[in-house]
């Protein structure tokens, strides 16, 4: 008798559980509780490009070329963003990663120095260009009320260049170079409903740096609405510059732009 006693609660709360976990879900929350302390999201940037480059060697200086009309590299990739952040008090660390790559097949129809290598007019050219960008900001609220969020920072930042290149005639060559550079950061995020946010984000430098030029600006416009304060769907437009001028490779001004959607969780 004296076990079905301890069994018969014992049931009714295992049955009482998920209701109370539905409620705990759909309670309101208070500011930094549950969903305000760690993020990610993922999303799918759909972006066009438009750019060119001029690839020293140790002899010759390069000759610029463009990426679509030169190389006959695609216009338009489909991205994927990466974002984890995490947030205490007024301060946040935010952490994005994004993989753009692109190949090209065609005919040469101008010629071109790249890396001490002459590419001759008229041969088949195959070409492959990855750049990968890894970001770090430290971002800190300067003004956090109930309808708009306003703050600054500061990143550290760097894109991986590969650029391959196959010709019939003149053969292989490549550039794989790593570009650090700082960046200034601001956000404004405008919070009109509960759970439904429009963010702006601007992120970039203009500096000279142990003979490294850069001139870069990342900017981004992003809305969301978070279900139960923890799943997120957003959308956004996004346009990434990076000119960088080297004095050990050259010059490589590229510029992505283009709408995404995606997915994020917050705990």
């Not at 609660?9 to 500011?31: D, E, H, I, K, R």
């Not at 550039?175 to 405008?190: E, F, N």
């Amino acid at each position: 008798m004296k076990s079905r006693r301890i069994c018969r609660p014992l049931s009714n709360a295992l049955v009482s559980l998920p209701l109370a976990l539905v409620l705990l879900c759909a309670a309101p929350t208070p500011a930094l509780a549950l969903g305000d302390w760690i993020g990610a999201e993922g999303s799918y940037w759909h972006q066009s490009q438009d750019g060119s480059a001029s690839i020293d060697g140790s002899i010759l200086n390069g000759t610029t070329f463009d990426f679509h009309d030169t190389l006959g590299l695609d216009k338009t990739d489909n991205t994927v963003m990466g974002r984890v952040w995490f947030r205490w008090s007024k301060t946040r660390l935010v952490f994005d990663y994004f993989d753009s790559s692109r190949s090209g097949d065609t005919t040469l129809g101008q010629s071109f120095v790249f890396d001490d290598k002459l590419y001759t007019a008229g041969q088949n050219l195959k070409s492959d260009l990855d750049v990968k960008l890894l970001q770090g900001k430290f971002l800190f609220s300067i003004a956090d009320l109930k309808l708009v969020d306003v703050g600054l920072g500061l990143g550290v930042n760097q894109a991986k260049i590969k650029m391959d290149l196959n010709g019939s005639a003149s053969g292989q060559a490549s550039l794989d170079q790593s570009v650090p550079y700082p960046t200034l950061a601001a956000y404004v995020t405008i919070k009109p409903l509960p759970g439904f946010h429009i963010k702006a984000e601007l992120n970039g430098v203009q500096a000279t740096v142990s003979g490294t030029h850069v001139d870069i600006i990342d900017a981004r416009l992003q809305a969301e609405m978070y279900v139960a304060h923890v799943l997120g769907f957003f959308a956004g437009y996004r346009q990434f510059r990076f000119d960088v001028t080297d004095k050990d490779f050259g010059s490589v001004n590229n510029t992505y732009k283009g709408p995404y959607i995606g997915l994020g969780v917050k705990f």
